[in-house]
């Protein structure tokens, strides 16, 4: 159970400041009667402010499982008696703001006052560098620089620093560093500039303090532009001993892996493109395939060329028997090169679950990787599936996971919709929930309309996923994932002619080009071909289609699961 007294600095916002030392509660100095479980859900509230705090987190922390009340009515009545101390109404907060079914937010900013040391100061956005340079192609140098020194600082495990998608959702916009610095729930942020003229480089940088706009530290780098490596790692190494953070002795903080800028600038744009998903994965196989032939010994490009292969093989993009051998070969080569790359060792966890269909080697990749790298975000989101699909339904470790990727990522469609995959069994409902938030990010994310549509089919409202099916296949350029749930949308319709003409198109394709077996085995279920279906399941599981996993727990399949012969088809696959 949390004790307000176990944490001993002084928080104060508005007239108000909680004593942690004293467990009390002070509004200009005099003390205000507070019961113990609203003081409790004060601090915690505190302790994450600005971001949404879980009823299940408030119940596991302070109501704990042998405590035998009436939740709900706790929550509530601890919620009321704090507003009543702190004079805050819900319907117009000040302090605490209600998310219906999600949670509470403490939205008051903090008074600077409260900090009990450096502590409060190491959470960090690295805002996109503005390319001040009249060529746009020097658009690379700008963003790559950003991503290198937003790496570089994520491998200090004491620093909270932004993730890229959250940090270029600004790209291009005139913010306000206040309001940049609460949207984000950061105490510092890192803006800069690049300006190119033929082989010579001008960066400047400043680290500003969110909360008043004060500049902290700022430098300028006149520079060659094949120092640009050189100038990311003084600014990493600048940023960290001004936030007095520690570094651990044996690691390297920065590490950029190629002296190539032109592999830099390959690799730089096949992540960009990786994020995006679709069919764009197979160009962003391509830019790293350009980056690895630059420069052979790029680490990081290898590792980005095995997270192409393996998601394009998942996606359906490329058969496995050729993307696979190729991926594994790609993250191994990327842990001979850099064993202590996190990145290396998440593709490497792929790898073994796709090609190898090893659960336990996988899981061991996943943990190596995460040690290495805290805040390796791909990790945690694939770990997240991992206990979902791969590790008998281990749930509420896998939403932990893609929670967690969210949080430190809040404006990342992709990690989002990934969040929303994963309440895809357990919570068809909320898994909607996710995808519409996932779309207000992005309207053009194909996971999001994907979780969108499966959701609605989890929920039996296939009028609706039909509507969001037909807009996707038009959007995304009719891609399997799509028109087999569409197919099944149509059939749980009674609209037979419609899903039979989806099916009958994967057939023409099928001749023409590769469809995966899994999605053409859905179409085929769906258009009463069952022997068809089955087939191409069997298909499936013996070229090692890695999306095989999906027949287990995703709502497509539920027709499916009622039939012996998939039931036959999944204890036939080999598990190490």
């Avoid at 987190?57 to 009436?70: C, G, H, K, N, S």
């Avoid at 790293?288 to 393996?310: I, M, Q, R, T």
Wanted: aromatic share 10%; with cysteine; glycine share 6%.
């Amino acid at each position: 159970m949390t004790d307000v007294r176990n944490s001993p600095e002084i928080v104060r916002f508005g007239p108000f400041e909680l004593d942690g030392a004293a467990g009390e509660l002070r509004k200009d100095g005099s003390k205000i009667r507070l019961q113990e479980q609203p003081l409790q859900v004060l601090q915690v509230l505190l302790e994450q402010a600005g971001r949404v705090v879980p009823r299940e987190e408030l119940q596991r922390r302070i109501w704990p499982a042998d405590t035998f009340v009436d939740f709900d009515h706790g929550i509530n009545n601890a919620i009321k008696r704090l507003r009543e101390a702190l004079g805050d109404t819900s319907e117009t907060p000040r302090y605490v703001e209600t998310l219906p079914r999600r949670g509470y937010r403490f939205i008051e900013t903090l008074s600077a006052a409260t900090k009990p040391g450096v502590e409060e100061m190491r959470s960090i956005a690295v805002l996109p560098f503005l390319n001040l340079s009249s060529d746009p192609e020097n658009e690379f140098f700008c963003d790559g620089t950003t991503e290198e020194i937003i790496s570089a600082l994520a491998q200090i495990k004491k620093l909270h620093v932004v993730a890229r998608t959250s940090a270029f959702a600004f790209k291009g916009k005139h913010v306000d560093l206040r309001s940049v610095g609460q949207q984000l729930n950061v105490r510092t942020i890192l803006e800069g500039s690049i300006r190119r003229s033929g082989d010579r480089l001008r960066i400047t940088a400043q680290l500003v303090n969110a909360a008043d706009g004060y500049h902290l530290w700022s430098e300028k780098y006149d520079r060659e532009v094949k120092d640009v490596f050189v100038v990311q790692e003084e600014i990493a190494n600048s940023i960290a001993q001004r936030l007095e953070v520690s570094l651990d002795s044996d690691r390297q903080l920065f590490r950029a892996g190629t002296a190539s800028l032109e592999a830099f600038k390959f690799y730089t744009r096949g992540r960009a493109l990786f994020f995006q998903r679709g069919v764009r994965l197979l160009s962003a196989v391509e830019c790293f395939e350009k980056a690895v032939a630059l420069d052979n010994k790029y680490a990081l490009a290898w590792s980005g060329l095995a997270d192409g292969l393996n998601s394009s093989a998942f996606y359906g993009l490329i058969k496995p028997g050729v993307s696979l051998p190729r991926a594994k070969e790609a993250a191994q080569q990327a842990i001979e090169l850099n064993p202590s790359l996190g990145e290396a060792h998440t593709s490497l966890a792929l790898s073994h679950l796709f090609h190898d269909w090893d659960r336990a080697s996988a899981e061991r990749q996943f943990l190596r990787s995460l040690e290495l790298q805290p805040q390796n975000l791909l990790a945690r989101v694939w770990y997240g599936m991992y206990c979902l699909q791969w590790a008998a339904g281990r749930f509420e470790e896998g939403l932990a996971q893609a929670r967690e990727a969210v949080n430190m990522d809040p404006l990342s469609a992709w990690f989002r919709g990934m969040l929303g995959v994963t309440y895809l069994p357990i919570d068809p409902e909320k898994s909607v929930e996710t995808a519409l938030e996932t779309l207000r990010i992005d309207p053009e994310s194909f996971l999001g309309r994907w979780v969108q549509m499966t959701g609605l089919n989890a929920l039996g409202r296939y009028s609706e996923a039909a509507e969001i099916g037909e807009l996707s296949i038009r959007m995304f350029g009719r891609p399997l994932w799509f028109m087999a749930s569409l197919a099944r949308s149509y059939a749980r319709l009674g609209r037979s002619d419609d899903s039979r003409a989806l099916y009958m198109e994967l057939c023409w394709r099928a001749k023409r080009e590769y469809v995966a077996p899994v999605f053409f085995g859905l179409a085929a279920f769906a258009a009463d071909e069952r022997d068809e279906g089955f087939r191409q399941l069997q298909k499936a599981h013996e070229i090692g289609d890695p999306a095989v996993i999906g027949l287990r727990y995703w709502p497509d399949h539920v027709e499916m699961r009622e039939d012996s012969r998939l039931q036959e088809i999944l204890r036939s696959r080999v598990w190490t």
